[in-house]
């Protein structure tokens, strides 16, 4: 079945950096554009970014341009995301999803980043 | 990059219908067919419920239907049931090339 695995989350200080990975099974990754969506504690979904089949196509929430990059492996089936200079309201859960006609499905089961001195 | 504007909460009685709204612009939910919605149960991870405005991914209950008017897209829940209960997300392409998510609708059961 078609699933996708988040890993790389944990603490760091504002400024720092963290990279995410998102392994991919149960599907042919390379067919699908792929993106990232975080969720602040208690908030509401908010979308961060997302890559074509090929990665010539790259979007990005104007809150992370210029300090998030958004790349993908299609030999080992993975998407990341690298996340620099970190800020506090950068603490969520990161979700990587599966994206279709400019919808997800599925999500991972979430990696959570905390952003704190 | 504004967030679609949907109402904070919603509420219904089993067997009910409810309406959840989701307002954007014409840059976004009017101006294209890629409004998608999404169901999250408290600690679950988000599911999509309907996608471009009115489509039921394969396992979704047909209790659940999307349409659009406008600048305005709907969720509506018919025969509402107490695993219903959830936060409800509304989505949409933009003309930026970006997505945008709404700010979430609690719908309580009661």
Same mark, same amino acid.
């Given at each position: ?29 390379? #067919?699908?554009? +792929? ?26 929430? #104007? ?9 993908? #492996? ?8 690298? +996340? ?5 309201? #950068? ?27 | ?110």
């Amino acid at each position: 079945q078609v699933q996708l695995v988040e890993s790389g989350g944990g603490l760091v200080e504002p400024g720092g950096s963290l990279r995410l990975s998102c392994a991919a099974s149960g599907f042919t990754f390379s #067919d699908y554009y +792929m993106g990232w969506i975080r969720q602040a504690p208690g908030k509401g979904l908010e979308w961060v970014s997302y890559i074509s089949t090929s990665a010539t196509i790259i979007y990005y929430a #104007d809150s992370v341009k210029g300090r998030f990059t958004i790349s993908r #492996d299609n030999a080992k089936n993975s998407l990341y995301l690298q +996340m620099n200079s970190l800020r506090a309201e #950068d603490t969520a859960v990161y979700y990587c999803a599966r994206e279709r006609v400019s919808s997800f499905d599925p999500w991972g089961q979430g990696t959570l980043v905390t952003v704190s001195s | 990059q504004s967030a679609l504007t949907q109402p904070a909460s919603v509420s219904g009685s089993p067997g009910q219908s409810i309406t959840i709204s989701c307002t954007g612009t014409s840059s976004d939910v009017g101006g294209y067919n890629y409004v998608s919605w999404y169901q999250q149960h408290p600690g679950k991870v988000p599911k999509l419920m309907i996608f471009e405005v009115s489509n039921r991914p394969s396992g979704v209950s047909n209790r659940f239907s999307g349409s659009k008017s406008g600048n305005t897209a709907s969720l509506t829940i018919s025969g509402l049931q107490a695993e219903d209960e959830a936060d409800y997300y509304c989505s949409s392409y933009t003309s930026s090339r970006t997505l945008v998510f709404g700010g979430g609708t609690k719908l309580t059961v009661l």
